[in-house]
């Protein structure tokens, strides 16, 4: 097969079976560090990815795709506006909801919390709180019952488990004879929920009608959560709602809801990934001083290229094709080696946790226990494609001296 003769002899210069052992040693300490660079950015990012996809999984879980709601108000005709959202082609189904704000007492312990009044009936079609629950059940909380299910943090905070009672008050107070007074209100636990997310420490659900009847709500309800086909497209779906509802209502999806944990984690993946990427650099410099030292030993053979009539073009293709020779193979060790180890830190991680008898992720401390990895091929692709790009960039001062070589005064110093 035809090759360029600068492939050719950029490709003999990186023959690792040729006597130079230097300069192989080298070369191959160049391709171990772009390699090992390559691999931790997988890794990382891939760690990051899984971290992100754990966590919005646990938030979808309990959190609605979309809630509409008035600006300020309750709403009062809701069945309408409930059953047209619920006519929307990408609406899986649509609950009305009641939301309040109180504290929680048991004993001397008092805690901030979210009460969500929700309806029983519809809740496993709108969100899957049954599949977070740790013990009770969903169907305890029948109308008139009073019962309320915590999260777990928020439970072991009051110190309460389920057929315990606590006390809600409610911020607002009742005028009597004996005086001014908050209203306070007495509730059953009849479950406790686990999300491992922010969730578990304040919020509390109860039956939609006995919230109705807490927070005085007139028959109102606080709004109208949804559940979608696609979740992953509630921005889309919430502004083509908020256009047929022609601004009347509030539209909240769930990105937006949690807004700012997304926009941190894209920020710490941004600012981890440019880190990671100056290491690399690093790791590729090193093949500038190879390449250095390979257009030094190599003097006396570009003085017989040049006499033979090759170009300074052609000379600096020589070193720019061993360059990249090296940049290739040390990305493409990095690439397997980096899907390999993100598809398998999970199972590493918990192995050395088992041998060594550490918790390197404690339940108590953070919201996932284990570490998670979520591989993705743009991340790949971006990384490998980064690698080649900064080794081709490392290639260019060497080849360029060794265009710049006089073949006289090469041919001179080597005699």
Known sequence: MFRPFYVFVGARYTNFKRRDYFITFISIVSMIGIALGVMVLITVLSVMNGFTKEI????????????????????????????????????????????????????????????????????????????????????????????????????????????????????????????????????????????????????????????????????????????????????????????????????VDWTLLNSAYFSAVKMEKTMMFFTLIMILAIAVFNLISTLVMVVTDKRADIGVLRALGASARKIMAIFICQGAIIGFIGTILGVIAGVILALNVSDLVAAIERTFRVKFLSADVYFISFLPSDLQAHDVILIGGCAMILSLLATIHPAWRAANVLPAEALRHDA
């Not at 938030?59 to 069945?79: D, F, K, R």
């Not at 009641?98 to 309806?119: A, N, P, S, W, Y």
């Not at 004879?177 to 109860?206: H, N, Q």
């Not at 109705?212 to 709602?241: H, N």
Request: charged share 20%; proline share 5%.
């Open 56 to 251: 919005r999984g646990r938030i979808l879980s309990i959190t609605p795709h979309v809630m509409v709601s008035g600006w300020g108000e309750s709403l009062q005709n809701w069945p309408n506006l409930c059953a047209k959202l619920a006519r929307h082609q990408h609406v899986e189904a649509a609950g009305p909801y009641i939301d309040g704000q109180g504290m929680l007492t048991r004993g001397h312990e008092v805690r901030g919390v979210v009460v969500k009044g929700i309806d029983p009936k519809a809740i496993d079609a709108v969100f899957p709180l049954r599949n977070t629950l740790k013990v009770g059940s969903v169907d305890a909380l029948a109308e008139g019952t009073f019962n309320v299910i915590l999260g777990s943090y928020l439970a072991k905070q009051l110190g309460v488990n389920v057929g315990d009672t606590i006390t809600l008050v409610i911020p607002e107070v009742t005028i009597s004879m004996a005086g001014i007074a908050p209203r306070l209100k007495r509730l059953t636990v009849a479950g406790i929920f686990e999300v491992g997310y922010i969730y578990d420490s304040g919020f509390a659900f109860m039956n939609i009608h006995d919230a109705a009847k807490i927070f005085k709500t007139q028959g109102g309800v606080s709004g109208i959560q949804l559940r979608l086909t696609d979740p992953f497209a509630a921005p889309r779906i919430a502004k083509e709602l908020y256009d047929d509802l022609h601004g009347l209502y509030n539209v």
